[in-house]
């Protein structure tokens, strides 16, 4: 029996870690879709951008309760599986808690910390359900903002309630094996009370011994299965960004956020007609020509790797559509439906290249139109109030201005008070339409 559960447990470790190895590829092939992009300069400072930002969950401090919260949930769930490292080696050796004779002692205040986690992270999961479901924290509600209607909301709750049950099944594991330790059963290595679980213990009072076995395995495997399908479903979840803050923060721009990039064919034009040198510009696009194919950008194919990456490092938190002063005064924007529209654009493009051998088979759709509407990215502002307000430095404006730029450069149909504004820029270098000269007559009457 012991030699089935052990090529049972392999057979399972193996097809779960396949599956996510499947999962990763694919998010990296739709990764790659975007537009070459370096971003290796100033490796140190990235480095520290990216323990400060992802590690340090610096940015979520800037609610103070709601960033402790957040932290303790971050950090005590990972810290909480490194005792996974045992279970599975435990599970392929047929052996039980084989770190114990190892660590001695220490081994028994290693879970006594493992079990101070779990009910820290099981407490902040229940405050995070009530803030969903009972404060009903505005950013949060899919009757406010329609990008959660569906999945979106069900997602939210079902890993928090995920979480929970999860951490009740180490308390209730551990609580079993240290009543069958009482017991003198065999296979259970002595190593005496937990600091939670051994309030549990009476639940488990006049159990048998076989009883008390097959509830301390129920929850090993539970545990375990259940630690590996959450891995599994984060890969497609917005819960994704617990491993892709890493890169993305290590690559976010360095350059002040409120940076708008000039598009270098564009400059180069406008360098060449100012008779300027440029010799140190970039080199030709792809093909030799200076133009390229497409001003701005349509499909997810015309941004920039970055931007891909962006998406999936999304956490939907709502922090940008809670900050954005369009979204506030009613218009359509919201900075994070842009982000999960560009990520449901790159899933339907997987899904395409599963059934294509690889290859992206025109399927007559883009991002521009039938994800993100026009009447979304013409209410931005450009204040960078999203830029600043994520808590992974995600970068929703660069979208929006690349799918702007394609609609007015490309297919030439900006709005008639910005052709008005265009032409008074280049012609009078204002907004507004009156002489160069006159510009400062406004200051004449001051005193």
């Given at each position: 029996m012991e030699l089935f559960q052990r090529i049972l447990f392999a057979i399972v470790l193996g097809t779960v870690g396949w599956l996510i190895y499947r999962r990763i590829k694919l998010i990296r092939d739709t990764i790659r879709l975007g537009q070459p992009e370096d971003r290796t300069d100033r490796p140190s400072e990235r480095l520290g951008t990216m323990l400060r930002v992802a590690f340090g969950q610096k940015k979520m401090f800037d609610r103070p309760l709601v960033g402790i919260l957040h932290f303790i949930l971050y950090a005590g769930f990972l810290l909480i599986n490194i005792e996974v490292l045992e279970i599975i080696l435990d599970g392929l050796s047929g052996q039980h808690r084989m770190f114990a004779p190892f660590f001695g002692t220490v081994y028994h205040y290693l879970i006594d910390f493992f079990e101070f986690l779990a009910v820290a992270v099981l407490v902040v999961c229940v405050i995070f359900l009530i803030r969903r479901n009972i404060v009903r924290v505005d950013r949060l509600q899919a009757e406010r903002h329609r990008e959660l209607i569906g999945f979106p909301s069900v997602d939210g709750n079902l890993i928090l309630i995920f979480e929970i049950v999860l951490m009740l099944a180490i308390l209730t594991m551990n609580a079993a094996d240290t009543v069958l330790q009482d017991m003198n059963s065999a296979h259970y290595t002595p190593t005496g009370d937990y600091m939670f679980s051994q309030f549990l213990k009476p639940l488990f009072a006049g159990w048998s011994e076989g009883g008390l076995i097959a509830l301390e395995r129920g929850a090993w495997w539970f545990h375990i299965l259940g630690i590996l399908g959450f891995a599994l479903y984060v890969t497609h979840s917005k819960h994704l960004h617990i491993a892709l803050a890493f890169p993305n923060t290590y690559f976010a721009r360095l350059a002040p956020r409120g940076k708008m990039e000039n598009m270098p064919a564009i400059t180069k034009e406008v360098k060449l007609m100012l008779g300027m040198d440029t010799a140190t510009d970039a080199p030709p696009t792809e093909g030799g020509s200076d133009i390229p194919e497409r001003f701005g950008a349509k499909d997810v194919m015309d941004l920039h790797w970055k931007n891909l990456m962006d998406a999936y490092s999304c956490t939907e938190c709502g922090r940008c559509t809670a900050n954005c002063p369009a979204n506030?005064?009613?218009?359509?924007?919201?900075?994070?439906?842009?982000?999960?529209d560009t990520r449901d654009r790159l899933e339907d493009l997987g899904r395409n290249m599963q059934a294509n051998g690889g290859k992206v088979v025109e399927d007559g759709k883009a991002l521009l139109g039938d994800y993100i509407l026009v009447e979304e990215i013409m209410a931005c502002t450009t204040c960078t109030a999203c830029v600043e307000a994520c808590p992974v430095l995600i970068n929703p404006l660069d979208i929006i201005l690349q799918l702007r730029r394609y609609k007015i450069?490309?297919?030439?149909?900006?709005?008639?008070?910005?052709?008005?504004?265009?032409?008074?820029?280049?012609?009078?270098?204002?907004?507004?339409?009156?002489?160069?000269?006159?510009?400062?007559n406004w200051a004449n009457n001051l005193k």
């Open positions: 506030i005064t009613g218009k359509l924007l919201s900075p994070r439906k842009i982000m999960m450069m490309d297919e030439a149909q900006a709005p008639g008070s910005w052709n008005m504004m265009f032409q008074n820029m280049e012609t009078s270098q204002a907004p507004w339409k009156f002489s160069p000269g006159d510009r400062f």
